[in-house]
């Protein structure tokens, strides 16, 4: 076997295996010098991002990859003497992961880079980085898993190394209370799933997620198991009205962790969309559920708009944001699962308003971490993050404003940007179900601008403070940082429709057929 | 009645737990709440595998051939461990805490507000 | 401050007690209850025992963060390196390589009730291992960082 074979075989168990090997070892790579810690982390998150990129090829190419742990050959589900069942933990990577995977490989490679230069006026960065690789670790595991007790395990690790994350420059015991807020409700939630794991488990005798789709009858428990995922998932995702934990961990985190908490919030995201649609499905009364999950989207865009207009904060002004724009994937995603039963319907409009939703997802982890991680380097050349202390940085620091002004024409959904693109998938497919929700985006929509130009002219416009005459322009990793992902902006703006045709349909089309995940893992049975 | 007696006990330590992360306002106090309910979902995982009859799930010198289902077991062994990481960085915090404000009562700590 | 000379004998003769028990309870964790985690929970308690009979203070010129770092390290790495071991039999990921082969545990696990073969596992009894060795230095690294905030011991 040849060692490209070898790693496209492996590339499941390898997008764990190496952060896992790379956190491990940073403590040690410290110790010798940072010089040396600097190129093995960067050198360990290259090849963590081209095994995604690789295996994310391979499954648009080919269809769902799986990988069975400790089997005797790498897709043997099921095991010849179980009589039928799959007993081992796997991981089942087909499009709508890969898509997921895509992402992450993208910010976490940017966050990084950004990092090298952000941090280095820090000393004993090895937890820092420890952890980085312990939160990366987390979401490649979260978003390729088949198996739910898994799922559990590794939402359990990024909760961990995220509250660790975010108390990390402890700031005068601020930032810490953060992190103990959002520690604490994570763990509640984290409990809650367990509960439900073990309903399902004490009802079906199974936690892979395959098999406990072919097994649903859909019982009361099970409508117990549905109610408590839902609310865990979505607390755990920053919606509304379990959303209290965003803007503080938001605001208190350093500025390139906040971008890849944004990626691990869809991360959640996308166990909540797994479990509703690969293992509820149509057993489950869509309509009532899917109201539930446009219910929580439109109050999450409502809330999280009106809340970030008097903010002053800069960091917390964008957090609230990101609740209002995760509302949209809800909206999104919640129409598409109401008309889930009614064919005709869904090829009318749920899958577009589909599309819409999760296009949005990759949208909104590219210009939301753009828009943190310009804030990220006014916090640091000034040291402040109150937005009334600023004004006139426009005259020194011109590739950050330009980098700011388009994710803030990407927020708003402004043409030609990649937000557009999502945002109107979403308007056309949400006005043909119920126009009052589009007209409610479209209103959300227009508050996002206004509320950017404020900060926009508050931060860059107006004439030069005089404190603030020597201030420079960000470093030069920061800005190859920001420079991928606006790139990004623009490219998915001027050209959607490959975009959509390409990573986005077949994503939506493996999450939405569940026969064809059953039948992947169990072999057509 | 009395098989029911595991599953009445994860209720009871359930609304234990919930009401003491609630209403309590002292950091330890809700970390112990956390912990109370830790202990009741592991209390459910391990109840559903029981099987009437059965003795350990474990080969080594074992009474009888009918044993009790061990998956639940393995799940409830990872999340005792998931417990102990949780509450050494809950700990950890009301340290650091304790040592900036003088208290760790969540009302006097809290400065972020809107 | 120190305890009586009583308390700090029993504990002098108690401490390699637990720490054989400890390693009994992980290197017999494929056959009887345990395994790595808990045997290495037990071990923690070992430095509890002689943090509580000697001073914070002695114990901590004793114990040395550094190992425990060390120790650590070596416990993660290894069980990794044990699982990624697999790849070089060209077999998948966490597939047990050395079960059944003849080798270091590699005696085939007899069959229904037995009384327990010690040298059956394949590598889970390496992992346990591994996972052992990290859990007492994690567990034990904690307890000091958690002592060292105390600013006066009250007896």
């Known amino acids: 076997m040849t060692f490209a074979d070898f790693i496209v075989t492996n590339a499941p168990a390898l997008l764990v295996a190496i952060p896992l090997f790379a956190a491990f070892l940073c403590p040690v790579m410290g110790k010798i010098s940072s010089t040396v810690r600097n190129c093995w982390v960067m050198g360990m998150m290259l090849i963590t991002a081209a095994i995604a990129f690789i295996l994310a090829y391979r499954v648009f190419a080919t269809g769902p990859v799986l990988y069975v742990f400790g089997a005797a050959a790498a897709n043997l589900a099921i095991p010849l003497d179980s009589g039928g069942i799959p007993i081992r933990i796997i991981f089942t990577v087909d499009a709508m992961s890969a898509f997921m995977e895509i992402i992450c490989a993208i910010v976490g490679l940017t966050v990084l880079l950004y990092s090298l230069s952000s941090e280095s006026r820090n000393s004993s960065l090895e937890g820092y980085y420890t952890l980085f690789f312990l939160m990366i670790t987390g979401v490649f595991g979260m978003v390729s898993t088949g198996d739910l007790f898994n799922f559990f395990v590794f939402l359990e690790i990024l909760s961990l190394a995220s509250a660790g994350m975010i108390a990390y420059r402890i700031d005068g015991g601020i930032a810490v209370e953060a992190a103990l807020k959002y520690f604490i409700l994570s763990t509640l939630g984290a409990i809650f799933i367990l509960f439900a794991i073990g309903i399902f488990y004490g009802e079906y005798n199974a936690l892979n997620m395959a098999m406990i789709a072919q097994r649903m009858q859909y019982t009361m428990l099970d409508k117990i198991a549905l109610v408590l995922i839902i609310a865990a998932l979505a607390m755990k995702c920053g919606a509304v009205p379990l959303h209290f934990w965003t803007p503080d961990a938001y605001s208190m985190a350093p500025a390139s962790v906040t971008a890849f908490l944004v990626v691990a919030s869809q991360a959640s995201l996308y166990g909540l969309f797994r479990v509703l649609f690969t293992m509820y499905n149509i057993t489950m009364n869509c309509v009532t559920v899917g109201w539930i999950i446009i219910i929580l989207g439109v109050l999450s865009m409502v809330v999280g708009v009106t809340m970030a207009i008097p903010q002053k904060d800069i960091k917390r002004l964008m957090a609230y944001h990101a609740v209002s724009q995760t509302g949209y994937m809800l909206l999104g995603v919640g129409v598409g699962l109401a008309v889930l039963g009614n064919a005709a319907l869904t090829s009318a409009f749920g899958s577009m308003a589909m599309e819409g939703g999760i296009f949005h997802i990759f949208n909104h982890a590219m210009y939301k971490g753009l828009l943190f991680l310009t804030a990220g380097v006014i916090v640091y050349r000034i040291g402040t993050r109150d937005l009334n202390k600023m004004g006139g940085l426009g005259h020194t620091m011109k590739y950050t404003m330009i980098f700011f002004i388009i994710g803030a024409l990407a927020i708003a959904g402004i043409p030609p940007l990649n937000g557009f693109a999502s945002k109107q998938m979403i308007y056309e497919s949400v006005y043909l179900f119920n126009p009052i929700l589009a007209i409610i985006a479209m209103v959300v929509s227009i508050l996002t601008l206004a509320s950017f130009v404020k900060v926009f002219h508050s931060v860059f416009m107006g004439p030069q403070l005089p404190e603030y005459a020597g201030v420079k322009e960000a470093p030069l990793p920061m800005l190859i940082g920001m420079g991928i992902l606006a790139a990004i902006c623009i490219l998915f703006g001027l050209f959607p429709q490959p975009v959509v045709d390409m990573l986005v349909a077949p994503a939506v089309h493996a999450l939405a057929d569940q026969s064809g995940y059953i039948a992947s893992v169990l072999g057509g049975a | 009645m009395l098989w029911n007696l595991p599953l009445i006990t994860v209720v009871v330590l359930t609304l234990i737990g919930l009401v003491t992360v609630l209403l309590k306002k002292n950091i330890i106090k809700i970390l112990l709440g956390i912990n109370i309910l830790e202990s009741a979902v592991n209390l459910f995982l391990v109840s559903l595998g029981y099987r009437e009859g059965g003795v350990a799930p474990i080969f080594t010198l074992a009474p009888s051939e009918l044993m009790v289902l061990p998956t639940p077991q393995a799940l409830v062994l990872t999340s005792i461990v998931i417990g102990v990481a949780t509450s050494a960085l809950v700990l950890s915090f009301a340290m650091v805490l304790k040592k900036k404000y003088g208290t760790v009562d969540i009302n006097e700590i809290r400065r972020l507000h809107g | ?155």
């Open chain 3, 1 to 155: 401050m120190r305890m009586s000379r009583i308390v700090r004998t029993a504990a002098d003769i108690l401490y390699p007690t637990i720490l054989i028990f400890g390693l009994y309870i992980i290197a017999h964790g494929h056959l009887t209850p345990g395994g790595g985690f808990q045997g290495g929970a037990v071990i923690a308690t070992a430095g509890a025992l002689v943090i509580v009979a000697y001073s914070y203070a002695e114990v901590r010129e004793w114990l040395s963060g550094k190992v425990l770092m060390g120790q650590e390290v070596i416990g993660l790495v290894g069980f990794i390196g044990v699982a990624l071991i697999a790849f070089a039999f060209g077999q998948v990921f966490f597939f047990n390589y050395l079960n059944a082969s003849g080798s270091l545990f590699g005696i085939p696990v007899p069959y229904g009730i037995n009384a327990g073969e010690l040298n059956t596992g394949g590598f889970v009894p390496l992992m346990n291992f591994a996972v052992g060795i990290e859990v007492w230095g994690g567990l034990t690294l904690v307890l000091i960082y958690m002592l060292s905030g105390l600013e006066k011991e009250v007896c």
